[in-house]
């Protein structure tokens, strides 16, 4: 049986990356349909650092602790859950608590570690792969041989996009701020980077003939760049607004070029939904991991004590790839 406390990591107050704390909680217990994780690793994301600015409320029945993504062994399984035992090694999307020794998730929202990685490895892939391949893949319907912008190339979100349009035959374009990630976003997979200060984005895919799918997580005055930057009969899949959400648009253009501008967030789901997702990507990409074709890109590792200076680190931006808690 787990332990009866747990270390985590509590947002104390909004605020900065300083109001987050080290606490002890007591370990969870998985009700029906959920398994309770010893957490090895958590990934650090952008909602965890909303959530702890107090600008991105848990939803009802959620941990109050950060952390949607982890990976580790199965400690206890709730009443129903079948397709799991004890000692498994999964990584899980989670509905919140992953900064713990321990977190309770729906079994359905778990995924084998793949064959060849690592659990640090493996904390990073629920948030992102469940986030690109709903909202590129399932909304956005991306087809081989497309072509696709993603903006922030070199953020968890971007390095994932990028290698999974890759594999699927698309072409891939991105954005990015220096020539150290515009080089990252290339190696990728990226047939082009576009250095967004120096380069305009809008001039460089109308060259190609338009976007026929962009991933979006600036909004802001990028919005109607994006509809400039679109192909006719191009889609605009928004998936977060560092920028704001509120711009003018002329929607004439929507309607004469046949755009379809679409988003979603990925938390409010529901679990039936997430499980679907979960699904899609154990069937079309967990393989394309497991034959190497496609890895997490790691930027840093930090203790779960210092998860301050690994939302710091996200926060400025420098890094490349997914920053992640040592837990276990």
Not at 233 to 259: C, H, W, Y
Not at 314 to 328: C, N, Q, R, T, Y
Request: aromatic fraction near 6%; proline fraction near 7%; hydrophobic fraction near 45%.
């Amino acid at each position: 049986m787990p332990e009866q406390s747990m270390r985590a990591v509590e947002i104390s107050e909004p605020g900065g990356p300083e109001v987050l704390r080290l606490a002890t909680r007591p370990v969870p217990e998985p009700g029906a349909g959920q398994v309770l994780i010893r957490v090895s690793h958590a990934g650090v994301n952008r909602p965890d650092a909303l959530q702890r600015a107090g600008a991105y409320a848990p939803p009802p029945g959620a941990s109050d602790l950060p952390g949607l993504e982890a990976a580790g062994e199965i400690a206890a399984i709730g009443p129903g859950v079948t397709e799991w035992a004890v000692g498994d090694r999964v990584c899980a999307l989670l509905p919140g608590g992953g900064y713990a020794e321990h977190v309770v998730t729906p079994a359905a929202h778990c995924l084998p570690v793949p064959e060849g990685l690592d659990l640090q490895q493996a904390a990073c892939l629920p948030e992102t792969f469940f986030t690109v391949w709903s909202n590129v893949f399932m909304r956005g319907g991306l087809q081989a041989g497309e072509r696709f912008l993603v903006h922030g190339g070199s953020s968890g979100i971007g390095t994932t996009a990028i290698q999974l349009a890759h594999a699927f035959g698309a072409r891939v374009f991105a954005t990015a701020g220096s020539p150290e990630k515009c080089a990252a976003c290339a190696r990728l997979g990226a047939e082009r980077a576009i250095k967004y200060r120096e380069e305009d984005f809008v001039e460089a895919l109308r060259a190609e003939g338009g976007a026929d799918l962009i991933l979006d997580m600036v909004g802001g005055d990028y919005i109607p760049r994006n509809v400039k930057a679109l192909a006719d009969d191009g889609r605009l899949v928004q998936i977060a607004f560092l920028s704001g959400p509120k711009v003018e648009l002329n929607f004439a253009q929507v309607m004469t070029r046949r755009l379809t501008i679409t988003g979603s967030t990925l938390r409010p789901q529901s679990d039936l939904a997430k499980a679907r997702i979960a699904e899609g990507l154990r069937a079309h990409v967990w393989p394309l991991l497991e034959a190497g074709r496609i890895e997490p890109v790691m930027d840093s590792e930090f203790p779960l004590e210092e998860a301050a200076a690994a939302h710091a680190r996200m926060e400025s931006s420098a890094h490349i790839g997914k920053i992640v808690l040592k837990v276990g």
